[in-house]
Nanobody
Framework: QVQLVESGGGSVQAGGSLRLSCAAS????????MGWFRQAPGKEREFVAA????????KYADFVKGRFTISRDNDKNTVYLQMNSLNSEDTAVYHC?????????????????WGQGTQVTVSS
């Protein structure tokens, strides 16, 4: 079992920044890939970013466009999502997820463990 707890969400004005964190427990953190997804009201959950076990392989959704950075600290069992230049379309609940068998594919079905999510609200 893997437990994931997100933090760092909140309200910010357009153009601002937030840094999300996801603390993992219950398994060897360095043995699984991690991803971030988001879900806005009335929309499907969508892929944001993923990072491999070692942190070498990183993937981003096209809409990130260089604004977001995913990283991980295996010593702290934590994955991060630095979000800059936020706009109203980034408003959503952000979830981290663990892929314990694969390399962190950009699809929700690849992830077997999910956090409860943290709300990000961007006002224009």
């Amino acid at each position: 079992q893997v437990q994931l707890v997100e933090s760092g969400g909140g309200s910010v004005q357009a153009g601002g920044s937030l840094r999300l964190s996801c603390a993992a427990s219950g398994h060897t953190f360095s043995s699984y890939a991690m991803g971030w997804f988001r879900q806005a009201p009335g929309k499907e959950r969508e892929f944001v970013a993923a990072i491999s076990r070692s942190g070498i392989i990183i993937k981003y959704a096209d809409f990130v466009k260089g604004r977001f950075t995913i990283s991980r600290d295996n010593d702290k069992n934590t994955v991060y999502l630095q979000m800059n230049s936020l706009n109203s379309e980034d408003t959503a609940v952000y979830h981290c997820a663990a892929d314990v068998v694969g390399r962190g594919a950009p699809v929700a079905q690849a992830y077997g463990y999910w956090g409860q999510g943290t709300q990000v609200t961007v006002s224009s």
